[in-house]
């Protein structure tokens, strides 16, 4: 696609005629449609009022060259959102299944050191120490499945 082309194919986009594109660029109709016959390029300041007027760089109309995207900057960043809201939910669900495990261990340590315990390890989880980390996988769940799905629907709009 050489200048020609593109210069007609952003005019036709945009849904103007030649003498409109003719009157932003302040020439007249026949030298735009010299230009988009091959018979003359225009001259680098209606260039440049074109490629503010249609939104792109001189370095399209010019040379083709389209604008590098910050999409895959964005995609990343988003990938790593989304990995790290879902590993805090994970580890608050993996927390809560181990709470029973934690609260034996802890009886466990408990009847080894004071050589009494209780013997219900349910008791330990809601009524001792390990009650924090019952109260932290669900802020750890909570906040990892929220903030998943604000940026689903934040990526969505």
């Known amino acids: ?91 608050g669900i993996v927390n809560m299944c181990l709470l029973p495990l934690w609260a034996k261990l802890y009886q466990t340590f408990i009847f080894a050191n004071e050589h009494e315990a209780y013997t219900d390890a349910n008791w330990y989880i809601f009524h001792y120490p390990l009650v924090s980390l019952l109260y932290l996988s669900i802020v750890l769940i909570l906040f990892g499945a929220g903030w998943l799905l604000y940026i689903m629907k934040k990526r969505n709009m």
């Open 1 to 91: 696609m050489n200048i020609a082309d593109r210069i007609q194919k952003l005019r036709r986009t945009k849904g103007i005629s030649q003498e409109q594109l003719a009157n932003v660029v302040g020439v007249s109709r026949q030298a735009v449609s010299k230009w988009e016959s091959e018979q003359t390029i225009p001259d680098l300041d209606k260039i440049i009022i074109m490629s503010e007027y249609f939104g792109v760089t001189t370095d399209y109309l010019l040379k083709g060259l389209e604008p590098i995207k910050e999409e895959k900057s964005v995609g990343k960043s988003y990938d790593i959102r989304v990995f790290v809201s879902t590993l805090l939910a994970c580890l």
